[in-house]
């Protein structure tokens, strides 16, 4: 699927949840941002139990409203740069990772948001967020593998993902790690 065409699909997306509910999608983001809730997870969880909408409407919306959708990668910031502010060691550790990621497949879309990078195929199989300044964490989707060791389950870290991976030093830039998201792209296909 192209680019321009997920960004209709998204278009299409807005359009029926205006359609289903009543609201705009300037009202929902504004609702979604007075939730007092911050993270991805939380938020959509309450639309979803406080407003009654279905997960992916409650998902667009808090896209929309954290600016990460397909319409915000026009934003000028450079949000890689932007995250690895005073963070060298992490942005080596993430230029190493990409590195081995790239060399994948040509189909390795790369989404930098605010926070995080999200990598994606047909799917996001796995983001890429400098946590700490110590800190490098990898969300990996990978269903039906349990947690073990290193490789941990999300939990309420991030909502988007099965798994997570806490990268505290350059030896955890191991090959691994780079199983385990080859094992997301690979699924994600």
Request: charged share 25%; aromatic share 8%.
């Amino acid at each position: 699927m192209s680019i321009d065409s997920l960004k209709q699909a998204e278009l299409n997306q807005v359009k029926n949840l205006e359609e289903k509910t009543g609201k705009k999608i300037d009202e929902w983001i504004k609702i979604a941002n007075s939730s007092g809730f911050e993270k991805h997870g939380e938020i959509l969880n309450f639309l979803k139990t406080t407003h009654g909408i279905g997960h992916g409407y409650a998902n667009l919306v808090v896209h929309y409203a954290k600016q990460s959708h397909a319409g915000a990668e026009s934003n000028e910031t450079d949000w890689i740069a932007d995250q690895y502010k005073g963070k060298d060691d992490l942005k080596s550790w993430y230029d190493k990772l990409m590195k081995s990621i790239n060399g994948f497949g040509k189909d390795v879309e790369v989404s930098p948001k605010k926070a995080y990078v999200s990598l994606r195929r047909k799917k996001q199989f796995a983001i890429i967020q400098p946590s700490t300044k110590t800190r490098l964490d990898v969300g990996l989707n990978i269903k039906g593998m349990a947690p073990s060791g290193k490789l941990e389950a999300s939990g309420s870290w991030n909502a988007m993902c099965t798994h997570r991976v806490k990268v505290e030093d350059a030896a955890g830039i191991n090959a691994e790690l780079i199983g385990w998201i080859r094992q997301a792209y690979e699924n994600a296909g």
